[in-house]
Each structure stands twice: as C-alpha cells, then as structure tokens.
C-alpha cells in the first residue's frame, strides 16, 4: 500500500472531524423578525468551505505524488479548480433552481412565510417549501389551451423526432462511421422543424377558452394564454430572423466583395443609424403602421424589427465574408458564373454556419423585446411572451409569482431548447473570433 | 405576373369583405369582470342586432395606447375598464367622449356621489360609471373577533397583536394610494376645488399642517408603535395576510378571493374606525367606467352599448356574479346582503375620489418619495419631505 | 481551369474593373428615381383598387409598388449596368430606410417640438365651454379655467378653436311606425338632423340611432329602438355647425378671435385644439434646466454603471475562462455548457425572476444573506439606492458573465501553444506566464469586446427598466429620474411615462443626446479596433 494513499484516508478524517465539530458547535439558528440566523454563520461557512478545498486538494495532492510526482502541484490546483467553478455553477444556477421551484410551488406567491419545521434551508427560506410542491401553477396557465388532436400528434411527432436525434448523436461516438448516422440526423432535425412550423402555424386564439358556470366557452384569461404568446412570439421573432438572413446577406456580400462609389458611405449610415435606441422613435414607428393599416398586426412588428436587424446583420456578414478568401468566387467567375451566380453557389453554401447564427441573433434578440411590441400589438391574442409575463408583475400591486414562474418556465424552454440545440454555431462565432465589433 | 395579381386582388378583396358594420370595443377587464361582460354584449347584440367585437388589452397599457391610436382611427369605439382618474388625460387629449346628455336626471339621482365627481370635469361627465372601488379594513375575525370601535382602539389591538413574526396591523404604508388616508383624515388634501366646484391643481394641501400630522401618523405606525417593520411592501402585506399572521389590513376588494382561496375565510369588512373625536376616516377611492371615443365611426351604436353597459341592472349582475360594488344606488341597495360588498360600500361612503386632472399624474412620483424617506427613519423630517414634495408637484 | 494563387492578398481579388467611377450621386439619383417611380406606381395602383375594392388596406400598396420596382430595375439595369452593386444592397436599404431611417428622422424632428399625450393636434373636450357673449371678434366664456392654454408653448396666442352651436334639440314625437318616426313639429330651420335619441323607459337611457333620410316631421331611423321608447321624451341630433378660428390672445374670459363669425351663426359652446409646434431647443434648455436633479447624476451613473459592469464582467469573465482554459482539466465542455445558462434564458424572464429574489423580506438573497449572518438586518435591494445599484450590477454580472467567458474562452484559444512552451523553456513559471504571455494577447482581444459591451450597457435598457425601473426615488431626483435611472430609461419615462405628460418631444430630445454619446463611444471602439479604418472610397 502507497504511503499517500494512506495519507489521503487521514487528510478525509481530520476534514469530516473538522466539519462534524464545526456543525456540532454552530449554535442554533435565532428568530429576527421574518429572518433565521446564524450568528457569525459566515464564518462557519467560509471555515468550513475551506476545511472541503483543503482536503480536496490535499487529496489531490496526495493522489498525484502517487501517480506522476512531478505534476502533483497540478493535481491539487486542479482539485481546487473544479470546487471553485461548481462553486459558481451553484451561484449561477440558485436562481435558476428557485424559479424551478416556485413554478411547482401550491403558493402564488414568493412572500410566504417559510414553515417551522423541515430542513434548515427550508426553514430559512432561501429555499422553496417542498412540502407544497405541486403542478397546480402548470395546471393553472396551462389550463384552458385545447389543442387539436393532429396538434397533440404533431407534439408527438416532434417529441419523438427530438429523442432519435438525441439518441443519434450519443450513439455517434461509439459508431464507427458517424457519417452514416448524419442523414438521420438531418431527417429528424428536420421532422423537429416542420412539426414546430406547423405547430406555430396552426394555434389559433380559439383554442384558448374556459367554460363558465353555465359551461359556456369563454375566452381564456390573459394569464392562461401563454402557449399562444410563446407562439406568437416565435412566429415574429422566427419571421425576424429570416427576414435579416434574406435581406442581409446580399449587402453585406455587397459591402465584403464590390468597390463602387458610396459604398463607404452607405456602410457608416448602416453603421450608426442602428445606433439609434429603436423603441424611441415608437411615436414614429406607431404612425407609421398605423398609415400602413398593419397595426396590431404581426406583419407590422416583424417590419419594425427588421429595419435594425437588418443593419446589424449586413455589418456582421461583412465582418466574416471579408475573413473568408475570394480563391473559389474567382475560380467560379474565371469558370464563366456570374457575380450573382457565385454569390448563390458559392458564397451562400459556405455561410450556412453564418446565417444561422445571424438568424439565432436576431430571433434571440426579438425575443426578449417588449417595447415595440407591447406599442404595435394591442389586443391579447397578439401578446409575446415578454408582454403576457409583464402583466403578472404590472397589475396595479401584487406580482403572482407562481404563476409568472410557471410560465417564465415554458417560455424560456423554446429559447433554452434551441440556444442549447445550436450552440456551438452561437458562441462558436465568438470563440472563432468571427464576430467583429 | 398578371395571375398573381388577379389573386392577390381577390385575397384583398375578401379581406375587406370580413369586415363588416359593428362595434370594437377594448377592455382592461378579465376573468370574472370579463366573463360578465361577454354576457352583457352578447345580450347587447341580441337586443339591438349590433354585432361586437372584444379586444381585450393590458391595463397599465391601455391608456398609453388609447391616447395614441384613437386619434389615428385605430382605437376601439368603446374602452370599458377606465380608473376615473386617468379620465381627465383622456379628456384633454380630446380621446374621451363627453357624455353630459347620455346622464339623464333619474340615473345622477342614483348614481353614487363619488362616482360622479370622479368622471365629471368642468361640469361635464365624460365617462359612465360601473362600479366603484377602494380600501377599508379587513380583518381576519379568528384573531380580532371583537371589531375595534376608535383608531386608538385599533392601534392597541394591533400593538397587542405584534410579536415575533404574527403582526396586528400592517398596510402597504409607502403607497400614497394607501397613505392618503391619513394625510387626508388628519386634514391634508390634494387639490383644493374652486368656486364652480372643479379641482383647482394651484391650491396643494399636501404639505399643510393637518398633512403634516397625517404623516407623523404614519411614521408612528412604523416606528413609535412598531406595526410595520421596514421594507414593508404590497406583497409582504398581502402575503402575510394571506397566511394568518397578519390580523388586520387596509386593502381593496380586488384581494378578497385570493385571501378566500388562501384559506382566510372568516373575513371582516368595514370601514378604518373613527378617531377619537369622531372624525371618519376618508381615503381615496376609484371608480371604473366607459369610455366613449369621439373618433368613433358608429357612434350611435357606441353610445346605446355604454348606457346599456352602465344600466343599473346591469351593475347588480355584475356585483352578483364579480362582487364589485355597484356605483348605482338602487344596484348597491339589491345586493347588500353580501357583506363584503356592504362593508366595502360602507368604507367607501366617506372616501374621496381620487382627483381626475391631469396634474394627479405629476403626484405620486414625488409622494411616494416622501413617504419612502418619512418611513425610512425615527429621525426623518415629514415636513421638509412634505414641503418638498409639494414643491416639485407645484413646479412641474 | 486556371490555377487559382492562393498566396495573393484577398483584396486583390476584388472586382475593381465594376468600379466605374460613376459617382455615388448619379447612382442615388437612379436608384431614388426607381424608388419614387415604384412609389407612384404603389400608389396609384393602390388608389385603383380603392375603387374597386373601397376596403382594401394602405399596406396594398407596398405590394404594388414592390412589383412595380422589380419591372422598373430590371430595365434600369439593362440600361446602365454600372449599377449592380447597388441592387444587392437595395433591399437592405429600403428596408433600412422606411422602418429605421424615416422613424429615427421624425423622432429627431420630434425633438424641436412640443409634441406630447396631451398636446396632440386633437381637439381638448375637456376644454369644452359656454360662450356667454360675442361682441365682434371677442368672446366672452364661462370657464376660464377649463379653457386655459398655460401648457401650451405662447398660451392661447395662435391656438385654433371650434366654436359650435347646440346640437341637441329636446321635443316630442308623436308615432314611431318601424324605423319611420313622425315629429309633433319639424326639426328647426336650416339645421339638418343628424340623430334620434328616444327615452326608453325599460332601461333608463335614451336609445340612439342615425337618421337616413328627412322630410319635414318625418325622419327615417337607421334602426328601431328595442324596447318601446316614451315619444315625449325625443332629443334630436342636430348638426352642430362648426367652424374654426384661431385666437389671437385671450383677456381674463375674453378671447380675441382673428376673425369675426358668420351673421347667422349661433355660436353656443367653444373649445380650443391642443395645438403642438416648433419649441426650437426648448426641449434640450429643458434637460439643461434639470441638470442638478436628473441630467448630471443620470448621465454619471449611466457612465458608473457602464464601466463597471464592464470591467466587474471581464475580471470575472477572464479569470473563469482562464481556470477553464486549464488543459489538464476535466469536464470542461460540460462546465461550460452549465455556466451559459443565463445567456440562454430569455432576459425578460430571468430579469423578472431577479425582482423576487431581491425582496427585502421574502426575496431568496436576502435570506441567504440573512442566515449566514452577512449582514445585521435585512438590505433593501429596491428600496434603497447604492443597494440598489449594486443589485443591478450584481444581475447584470450574472447576465454578462457567459458572454464574457465565451469571448475569453476564445481569445485564449487563439494564442498558440508553443508560446506557453516556449515559456516554460524560459523557466517562466505559470503566474509569470500568464502575465507575460496571455495577458497582453488577451488584451488585444478584448479591448474590441469590452468597448462593444460598455457601448451596450450604456444603453441597457431591460436591466434597469425590469429590475429596479429606475427606482428607488430619490430625494435629489425627479419622479423620472430616480436612484438607478439611466438616460435612456429616464427618456423612456419622460416620452411614455410621466403620467401628465406623454411629452414626446422632450423623450426624443433626449434619445438624441443619448445617441450622440453612443455614436461617440463607437468612434473611439472603431478608431481602436480599425474596424472602419480602410480605404474610403476605392
């Protein structure tokens, strides 16, 4: 037996001995008003935090001097490390946990006062009583949406398509030729896509409806309707985003590739009108569709989002096509294509990376916008998401935080789906270096 | 090319087809307010074959969108769900419709004093009023069974009450919505009113001498009698309420069903007991009416839906089926046996209206700021907030 | 196929025989010609169809005119082919010019006015009163105080006004056969009757109803009333002759008209128009004026907040992504897959989510806080103004942080490796070489990176409008400009808030000092980083 393992069995007994004492003498925690304290609990955290580093690292330490003595020092460091960063994955994630929890909470509300008994965390209140957990806030919002039965279907379908391709990109590491694996991949990927299109396309304001007393439809209350406001969202912001990638990319190609006179010029005005804060100019903006009848209307806000988007996009394209050698346009154009003909074999195949990420731009940028479209669209069945979870938190006092939690929680899972689906085309452009300014 | 164009004619065509002769009408309401209206207007529609659409929209937002598209045509003919003190904007923006001669002398002899003050400018009426509503007393009767009869009493109880984490007597105290009460109660006043009788936004009384004691009054609340603990808000109000520890509150029928479902049911309505030397105490109170907009294209029409909307029988369904108290007399009369409803009519006997002229808006930044800094310490100055307050209202 | 010399410079490759020398003046105008053509094809197509469809909606237009541009730079293109640079840029421009450029124009323009909720051109209701006397071009009014021009710009001077008769005529009808209504007596002289309202007992309320067509005592009803209405009780709807005069000052009661009123006219009632106009820099003396009370302290946190969460964001940023940088440590894909989830949140969400946690009584960071004894009592997030800030830099960290560790994460693996080992061979120890090696590398990097996210933050609207929405009040401040307000949610607040006001003007005055601060910001990113810095115009 290696003495540092021997070590490393001791440096655990002295760290759970030094924890178990310091949880013994940690004296109860006392009652201030709505608060439970610890007195000096700080102390006894950060002691105790560092009691965990120290024997990690030492363990780490320890373990290495048996393993390669040379890079021991590394080890620990590493240790430490990975107890450094879970620490603030931790930090980034309580808030995160606390929405979870409170969006499964019988309570509407964050303003309880926590029970007596249970866990200390509990009892304190930095964590959500689960003895009321339940799904009574998801049954509320969710309540009064009837899908049709080939919606239902396509939910399914979409489901379905989701888990092979899940299923297909874990498998891809252990097949030997992932590349046969890849056009089931892309046929799912795509079920995935026309089964949501169709989804959008297809929830309607008439299937949001109660029945009252007298079992009579009714609409449904503003606070029931969010499936339509995460689908009105994603039919604007979707719309947005393609709208950007079609209209863009012929001028920031324009911009990257042709020397013409006012070409500099018109690049700063695409440049500094984007600089503009867009929702002031929302008196304009207002009349302007107003003349254009396309007020409360999709059409309207897609069109007001566009402007901006637009500029932003073009500059982007610019910024990668200018990284990318013209080698195979020329070759193309010695080859007898035409500018435009390169353009659209070319250069559009090669983009497909950029484009999306123009497109997840800007579709999650619209997503959180709210000034333009609580202006443009007045009636509910027109809300986003971002005004429809406005209105949780803007009646005339209370906020009925169960609620906004539960549908914070839905509204955020499409955002969360596809950032997560296409994230290394997102942040790969900033990791590449692709994105200038 | 030509092909498509023909079809994009005929789509355009049937598109403008839809549209036929009726009514738009916007409402801030929801749930059971909304279900209620949804059977007025089908009744509406049957008894004058108009047909009418609802477009529901966000309450915070309906007035800014209102001031903004009525004049561009865009507006729906009728805005129902209006506070009455948003009424004087309206108006000045020429986005409010007067309705003097929709009043006829049967229906003001009926109409809640208060609720008619409130949409009246200048002598002329520019809404119809639905119901009316604002804070009294609510007390949990599991705690305070015997009701306190004087505001001395009521403190005592509450002091009684208050220990650890139960508290006696707590309201949302930084709100001048709430706090106006005692500002008001102690002889402080928002607007003076002139000769004819309309409000006069020169002449402040929030920084008089009876103001001045108001706020003390509320100071002590937090610090010499120790009721309310700092950082109180709306929600830590209503929370504590909502889970028993809190006794008694001063709040508005619009919390009453969440308190029911969470569970409060033995619940008092009356109005904040008089102090010592009877003086009652008076608050602000709302009224929510219809709005009918001056740009209408149907106007007829629009006018017959919102005396129809505003009709008494109308507002007894309403009580019955929402518990709002009905701004009808003889409505209010049909339905006190609920006593909610009663004790809420009953606080708001006294109440004030919240002023309805433009210059309320440029109020409650500067008051809600000096209650902040009057709440926040022992030591704070409430007449130098007050004056201040007083000055920035004045100046803007 | 020719060989294609991958070695030459890419700017080589580009097409400079299509740059013809045909000035940017020549092109605009072509391509403007084609716009307005289009323009006037969209519209007479538009007002053609009018005629036969009357419903059709405006955005018809845009259609027609679409198609018609299409025809229009086809030919153009066959005539002068110098223009084709132009036609890949084009739809970005129209887009860019009609749903960015022409709004951000009108808000400038808005600027040097006195626009506002309740200066809006309409006629004021409210203002709605008596004329008791007219003696030539002077009335005499009732109320003087609902009439009162004191926020209009030169009070009543200039301000038009309707001056009108009754329109309500009580009288008595004495059969009502369907929609065919018999009068005791015809309506008066030389008025016509627009209206009926006959009483109806059933529900307390007169029954209103257009009148179609008039003869004598007869009218006919656009629609029959209800309920059986009590024909001595009938209002009729008169027209209420309108006309309009502009007021030349007004005196007490008295008001000047520029003009004296018809013979005939019985003038009854009057009411003035909310007119709006040309403030000239009023708006910017206006911010001027608040310099102490909102511009000053605004415009120093905006810059505060902006830097620091900018620098709090890189420190931060920087060191997670150089311990994750770390080549010996496991699990890296997954802890950065884990540590971007609140770039994947939907900030109006989680910015809302932040609202609750910072409670005071109930919010979940106060009890963390709370029960490990950090603090004696409780901190006023929201209600109080450096706790306050700093909770907006404490979310705007959380908000920031993936970004920035992303961007890091990025520039570090750009630095080559051998550097490090050659480092190392130096005898350079891992501090040592993180100052010497990645540091002044990673700062090349990120100077571009953290000037876009001051640039950013400067304006970050959602932050501050979801978190705290600008409050608390503060006792230096206004009630637009309180203890976190940044400039542009104060202008936020002054254009769309200020519950008197709705002043547009002033919101779009001060939406230009904020861009000019931003377009300043963005020349200094642009001088560092070169970004602009080619040649203008080859």
């Known amino acids: 037996m290696n003495r540092n393992y021997l070590s490393m069995a001791g440096v655990v007994a002295a760290a759970a001995t030094l924890l178990t004492l310091l949880v013994a003498t940690t004296p109860p925690p006392v009652t201030e008003e709505l608060f439970l304290v610890i007195p000096r609990g700080w102390i006894r955290f950060l002691g105790g935090f560092g009691v965990?580093?120290?024997?990690?690292?030492?363990?780490?330490?320890?373990?290495?001097?048996?393993?390669?003595?040379?890079?021991?020092?590394?080890?620990?460091?590493?240790?430490?490390?990975?107890?450094?960063?879970?620490?603030?994955?931790?930090?980034?994630?309580?808030?995160?946990?606390?929405?979870?929890?409170?969006?499964?909470?019988?309570?509407?509300?964050?303003?309880?006062?926590?029970?007596?008994?249970?866990?200390?965390?509990?009892?304190?209140?930095?964590?959500?009583?689960?003895?009321?957990?339940?799904?009574?806030?998801y049954a509320k919002v969710l309540s009064d949406t009837h899908l049709d039965p080939y919606q239902w279907g396509l939910i399914v379908l979409a489901t379905l398509a989701l888990?092979?391709?899940?299923?297909?990109?874990?498998?891809?590491?252990?097949?030997?030729?992932?590349?046969?694996?890849?056009?089931?991949?892309?046929?799912?990927?795509?079920?995935?896509?026309?089964?949501?299109?169709?989804?959008?396309?297809?929830?309607?304001?008439?299937?949001?409806?109660?029945?009252?007393?007298?079992?009579e439809q009714i609409p449904a209350s503003s606070e029931r309707m969010i499936v339509l406001y995460i689908r009105n969202t994603l039919l604007v912001s979707g719309t947005t985003g393609l709208l950007a990638v079609l209209l863009s990319t012929t001028a920031g190609y324009a911009f990257a590739r042709m020397r013409f006179e006012g070409r500099y010029q018109t690049l700063l005005t695409f440049v500094f009108v984007q600089m503009f804060p867009s929702f002031m100019a929302l008196v304009a903006i207002f009349y302007l569709m107003s003349y254009l009848d396309l007020l409360n209307t999709f059409v309207g806000l897609i069109l007001a989002y566009s402007g901006a988007a637009i500029a932003f996009s073009s500059w982007i394209f610019k910024g990668y096509l200018e990284s990318v050698s013209p080698s195979l346009e020329e070759a193309a154009m010695v080859d007898g294509a035409t500018r435009w003909g390169a353009f659209w074999r070319i250069i559009l195949p090669i983009s497909v990376p950029m484009l999306l990420f123009i497109f997840l731009l800007q579709f999650i940028g619209t997503y959180s916008e709210f000034i333009l479209a609580n202006t443009i669209l007045i009636g509910q069945e027109h809300w986003t998401v971002g005004i429809g979870l406005r209105q949780f938190s803007s009646g005339r006092f209370d906020t009925q935080w169960g609620a906004l939690a539960a549908s914070a929680v839905l509204g955020s899972l499409p955002i969360l789906l596809i950032f997560y689906s296409f994230q290394e085309a997102l942040t790969g452009q900033y990791t590449a270096g692709g994105v200038k300014g | 090319m030509k092909k498509y164009l023909i079809v994009l004619v005929t789509l355009f065509a049937g598109l403008g087809l839809a549209f036929g002769q009726g009514l738009t009408v916007w409402t801030t309401w929801r749930d059971l307010t909304l279900e209620w209206f949804q059977n007025e207007t089908a009744a509406f529609t049957e008894a004058f074959g108009v047909p009418v659409e609802i477009v529901r929209v966000d309450f915070a937002q309906a007035q800014p969108d209102w001031l903004l598209s009525a004049p561009a045509g865009e507006a729906g003919d009728l805005l129902v769900g209006v506070p009455h003190d948003r009424i004087g904007e309206l108006a000045?923006?020429?986005?409010?419709?007067?309705?003097?001669?929709?009043?006829?002398?049967?229906?003001?002899?009926?109409?809640?004093?208060?609720?008619?003050?409130?949409?009246?400018?200048?002598?002329?009426?520019?809404?119809?009023?639905?119901?009316?509503?604002?804070?009294?007393?609510?007390?949990?009767?599991?705690?305070?069974?015997?009701?306190?009869?004087?505001?001395?009493?009521?403190?005592?109880?509450?002091?009684?009450?208050?220990?650890?984490?139960?508290?006696?007597?707590?309201?949302?105290?930084?709100?001048?919505?709430?706090?106006?009460?005692?500002?008001?109660?102690?002889?402080?006043?928002?607007?003076?009113?002139?000769?004819?009788?309309?409000?006069?936004?020169?002449?402040?009384?929030?920084?008089?001498?009876?103001?001045?004691?108001?706020?003390?009054?509320?100071?002590?609340?937090?610090?010499?009698?120790?009721?309310?603990?700092?950082?109180?808000?709306?929600?830590?109000?209503?929370?504590?309420?909502?889970?028993?520890?809190?006794?008694?509150?001063?709040?508005?029928?619009?919390?009453?069903?969440?308190?029911?479902?969470?569970?409060?049911?033995?619940?008092?309505?009356?109005?904040?007991?008089?102090?010592?030397?009877?003086?009652?105490?008076?608050?602000?109170?709302?009224?929510?009416?219809?709005?009918?907009?001056?740009?209408?294209?149907?106007?007829?029409?629009?006018?017959?839906?919102?005396?129809?909307?505003?009709?008494?029988?109308?507002?007894?369904?309403?009580?019955?089926?929402?518990?709002?108290?009905?701004?009808?007399?003889?409505?209010?009369?049909?339905?006190?046996?609920?006593?909610?409803?009663?004790?809420?009519?009953?606080?708001?006997?006294?109440?004030?209206?919240?002023?309805?002229?433009?210059?309320?808006?440029?109020?409650?930044?500067?008051?809600?700021?000096?209650?902040?800094?009057?709440?926040?310490?022992?030591?704070?100055?409430?007449?130098?907030?007050?004056?201040?307050?007083?000055?920035?209202?004045?100046?803007? | 196929m020719k060989a294609i010399d991958l070695s030459r410079d890419a700017k080589e490759f580009l097409p400079r025989a299509k740059s013809t020398g045909v000035s940017l003046w020549r092109s605009l105008l072509l391509l403007f010609a084609a716009l307005a053509s289009a323009s006037l094809m969209g519209a007479v197509g538009f007002l053609v169809l009018r005629l036969v469809v009357p419903t059709a909606p405006v955005y018809t237009s845009l259609v027609f005119a679409l198609v018609s541009l299409v025809l229009i730079l086809r030919w153009i293109a066959r005539a002068f082919d110098w223009i084709m640079p132009w036609y890949y840029v084009l739809p970005a421009i129209v887009f860019l010019f009609t749903f960015t450029f022409f709004p951000v124009i009108m808000t400038f323009v808005l600027a040097f006015t006195d626009y506002a909720g309740t200066r809006n051109g309409e006629l004021n209701i409210k203002s709605e009163t008596r004329v008791l006397e007219v003696d030539g071009v002077v009335l005499t009014i009732e109320n003087v105080r609902n009439f009162d021009c004191a926020d209009l710009r030169n009070g009543c001077s200039g301000v038009r006004t309707l001056l009108y008769a009754s329109g309500n005529h009580p009288t008595t009808a004495t059969h009502l056969d369907g929609t065919t209504l018999t009068l005791e007596e015809p309506a008066p002289a030389g008025r016509s009757v627009l209206g009926v309202e006959l009483y109806l007992p059933d529900l307390g309320f007169g029954f209103e109803t257009d009148v179609v067509a008039a003869d004598g005592a007869t009218l006919m009803l656009e629609r029959a009333p209800p309920f059986p209405p009590d024909l001595e009780r009938t209002t009729l709807r008169l027209d209420r002759d309108a006309v309009t005069r502009t007021m030349l000052r007004d005196e007490g009661a008295e008001i000047t008209l520029n003009s004296p009123l018809p013979d005939s006219f019985e003038v009854e009632a009057i009411a003035r128009y909310n007119d709006f106009g040309w403030v000239g820099t009023g708006n910017?003396?206006?911010?001027?004026?608040?310099?102490?009370?909102?511009?000053?302290?605004?415009?120093?946190?905006?810059?505060?907040?902006?830097?620091?969460?900018?620098?709090?964001?890189?420190?931060?940023?920087?060191?997670?992504?150089?311990?994750?940088?770390?080549?010996?440590?496991?699990?890296?894909?997954?802890?950065?897959?884990?540590?971007?989830?609140?770039?994947?949140?939907?900030?109006?969400?989680?910015?809302?989510?932040?609202?609750?946690?910072?409670?005071?009584?109930?919010?979940?960071?106060?009890?963390?806080?709370?029960?490990?004894?950090?603090?004696?009592?409780?901190?006023?997030?929201?209600?109080?103004?450096?706790?306050?800030?700093?909770?907006?830099?404490?979310?705007?960290?959380?908000?920031?942080?993936?970004f920035m560790m992303t961007a890091t994460l990025g520039a570090l693996s750009a630095i080559p490796r051998e550097l490090y080992e050659a480092a190392k061979i130096d005898g350079a120890n891992a501090w040592q070489s993180f100052w010497g090696v990645t540091a002044p590398l990673l700062r090349t990097a990120l100077i571009p990176i953290t000037l876009t996210g001051f640039a950013f933050n400067f304006n970050n609207f959602n932050v501050i409008f979801l978190l705290t929405d600008g409050g608390p009040p503060v006792s230096w401040g206004t009630s637009t400009a309180r203890g976190t307000d940044i400039l542009i949610s104060w202008a936020y607040n002054e254009a769309f808030r200020s519950q008197g006001g709705l002043a547009y003007g002033l919101g779009s005055a001060i939406s230009i000092v904020i861009f000019v601060i931003t377009v300043a910001v963005s020349l200094v990113n642009f001088r560092v980083t070169g970004a602009l810095r080619e040649e203008p115009n080859t």
């Open chain 1, 52 to 137: 965990v580093v120290a024997a990690l690292s030492s363990c780490a330490y320890l373990y290495g001097r048996a393993r390669r003595p040379a890079r021991a020092g590394q080890y620990a460091l590493t240790a430490g490390t990975h107890l450094f960063i879970w620490l603030v994955i931790g930090l980034v994630f309580y808030p995160v946990v606390y929405l979870l929890s409170v969006s499964f909470n019988r309570n509407n509300s964050v303003a309880n006062i926590p029970p007596k008994g249970g866990n200390l965390l509990v009892r304190s209140g930095v964590l959500p009583d689960p003895a009321e957990v339940s799904l009574v806030q």
């Open chain 1, 163 to 215: 888990s092979t391709l899940l299923g297909l990109r874990a498998m891809r590491k252990r097949v030997d030729n992932p590349y046969r694996l890849e056009r089931y991949q892309q046929l799912s990927a795509w079920g995935i896509f026309l089964c949501l299109v169709a989804l959008v396309l297809s929830i309607q304001p008439g299937h949001f409806y109660a029945l009252n007393r007298a079992g």
């Open chain 3, 284 to 402: 910017f003396r206006t911010i001027l004026r608040q310099a102490t009370s909102a511009l000053i302290p605004i415009f120093t946190w905006n810059v505060l907040f902006a830097v620091t969460t900018v620098i709090v964001n890189t420190v931060a940023g920087v060191f997670l992504a150089v311990l994750l940088n770390n080549p010996d440590l496991r699990f890296k894909a997954l802890y950065r897959t884990l540590l971007i989830v609140p770039w994947a949140l939907p900030n109006i969400i989680t910015l809302q989510v932040w609202r609750g946690f910072l409670n005071q009584n109930f919010g979940a960071v106060n009890r963390l806080l709370m029960l490990f004894d950090v603090t004696d009592t409780p901190i006023n997030w929201l209600g109080e103004m450096w706790p306050a800030r700093a909770a907006v830099l404490l979310v705007n960290l959380w908000l920031g942080l993936p």
């Open chain 2, 92 to 396: 000045a923006a020429g986005v409010a419709a007067n309705m003097t001669s929709f009043a006829t002398a049967d229906f003001l002899k009926d109409l809640s004093e208060q609720a008619r003050v409130g949409f009246t400018i200048g002598g002329k009426l520019f809404a119809l009023p639905m119901y009316v509503e604002g804070p009294a007393l609510i007390v949990n009767a599991d705690l305070v069974p015997e009701a306190p009869a004087t505001y001395e009493e009521l403190l005592a109880v509450a002091q009684e009450l208050t220990s650890g984490d139960s508290f006696g007597f707590m309201y949302d105290s930084a709100n001048f919505y709430f706090s106006y009460n005692w500002l008001h109660t102690f002889g402080g006043f928002v607007f003076g009113r002139d000769a004819q009788g309309d409000l006069d936004p020169a002449e402040l009384g929030l920084a008089n001498e009876g103001a001045i004691r108001g706020g003390e009054a509320i100071k002590a609340l937090r610090h010499e009698l120790g009721l309310i603990p700092a950082g109180t808000d709306y929600p830590t109000v209503t929370g504590l309420f909502s889970e028993g520890a809190l006794a008694m509150t001063y709040n508005g029928p619009w919390e009453i069903e969440n308190f029911r479902n969470a569970g409060i049911t033995n619940l008092k309505v009356m109005p904040i007991p008089p102090l010592a030397d009877g003086t009652p105490f008076s608050g602000f109170m709302g009224v929510q009416g219809v709005v009918l907009n001056p740009f209408s294209k149907n106007r007829a029409d629009a006018a017959n839906f919102t005396k129809w909307l505003a009709r008494p029988a109308a507002q007894v369904s309403l009580a019955q089926l929402s518990g709002r108290i009905p701004a009808s007399g003889s409505a209010l009369a049909q339905v006190n046996d609920d006593p909610v409803i009663a004790g809420f009519g009953q606080a708001l006997l006294n109440a004030e209206p919240m002023p309805n002229i433009p210059e309320m808006g440029s109020v409650w930044g500067p008051m809600g700021t000096a209650l902040t800094v009057i709440l926040e310490s022992a030591d704070s100055d409430v007449a130098g907030s007050l004056t201040q307050a007083a000055s920035e209202i004045l100046g803007n």
